[in-house]
C-alpha cells in the first residue's frame, strides 16, 4: 500500500511542475505581447523632415530694357544697354573703338539683321564731363535773383544723353552760368536791364 502511494506523490508533484511551468510560459508571453502592442502603438519620438522649396528664377525684367529698343541695330543702342571694354589711355579728342556686348534680356541685330551679342563702337576719346553742353543735360537753378558782373554760377548735376558715349560717369557735378533772375532768363532780364537803364536816361535828359 506504501510503495502504491509514493508513485502517486511523485506524480502529482510532476504536476505541479508542470502546470507551474506552463503558467510561467503563459505569463511570460502575455508579456511579450503587451510589450509589442505597446511598441506598435507607440512607434517612439518620429523624425519630421522639412521640405525646402526651390527658390523660383526671377522673371523680372531690368529697369535699363525700357530704354532699349527690340531688333534695332546694335551699335546706336543707349550706352544704359550695352557693356564696353574701355580703355582711358587713348587720346584725348582722337576716333577710338571699343569693343562692347549688350547687357542681358536686350536683343539687336548687325547691318544685316543677323542677331548680335558683341560689337564695336566708334566714339571720341573723352571724358562724360569733356561733352559739349548739347551732349548732356543739368538741373537748373531759379535761385539767382540778380544781374551780377560778373555772372553768378550755381552747382548743378548733369546726365550724358542716352545716345552719346564717352567715358567715365554718366552723370557728374558741373558749375554752370546762372541763367534764370527772378524767373527770367538771364538774357532777358539783362535786356530788360538796359531797357530801363535807357530810359531813364531819356527822361533825365528831357527834364533837362
Known amino acids: 500500500m506504501a510503495g502504491g502511494v509514493r508513485p502517486l506523490r511523485g506524480l502529482r508533484a510532476l504536476c505541479r511542475v508542470l502546470l ?21 502603438k507607440d512607434p517612439g519620438p518620429t523624425r519630421t523632415f522639412t521640405v525646402v522649396p526651390r527658390a523660383a528664377e526671377s522673371t523680372e525684367i531690368p ?25 582711358f589711355s587713348c587720346i584725348y579728342g582722337k576716333p577710338v573703338t571699343f569693343d562692347c556686348a549688350v547687357k542681358p534680356s536686350v536683343t539687336c541685330v548687325d547691318q544685316d539683321f543677323k542677331s548680335q551679342k558683341n560689337f564695336i563702337i566708334n566714339m571720341t576719346c573723352r ?43 554718366r552723370t557728374f557735378p558741373k558749375m554752370l552760368y546762372c541763367n534764370w533772375t527772378g524767373g527770367y532768363k538771364w538774357s532777358t532780364a539783362l535786356a530788360l536791364s538796359l531797357a530801363q537803364v535807357g530810359l531813364h536816361v531819356q527822361l533825365s535828359v528831357g527834364l533837362h
Open 20 to 40: 507551474f511551468l506552463s503558467q510561467f510560459c503563459i505569463l511570460s508571453g502575455g508579456e511579450q505581447s503587451q510589450a509589442l502592442a505597446q511598441s506598435v
Open 63 to 87: 529697369p535699363y530694357v525700357m530704354k532699349c529698343p527690340s531688333n534695332g541695330l546694335c551699335s546706336r543702342l543707349p550706352a544704359d544697354c550695352i557693356d564696353c571694354t574701355t580703355n
Open 127 to 169: 571724358f562724360c564731363w569733356q561733352l559739349p553742353e548739347t551732349d548732356y543735360e543739368c538741373t537748373n537753378s531759379t535761385s539767382c535773383m540778380t544781374v551780377s558782373c560778373p555772372r553768378q554760377r550755381y552747382p548743378a548735376n548733369c546726365t550724358v544723353r542716352d545716345h552719346v558715349h564717352c567715358l567715365g560717369n
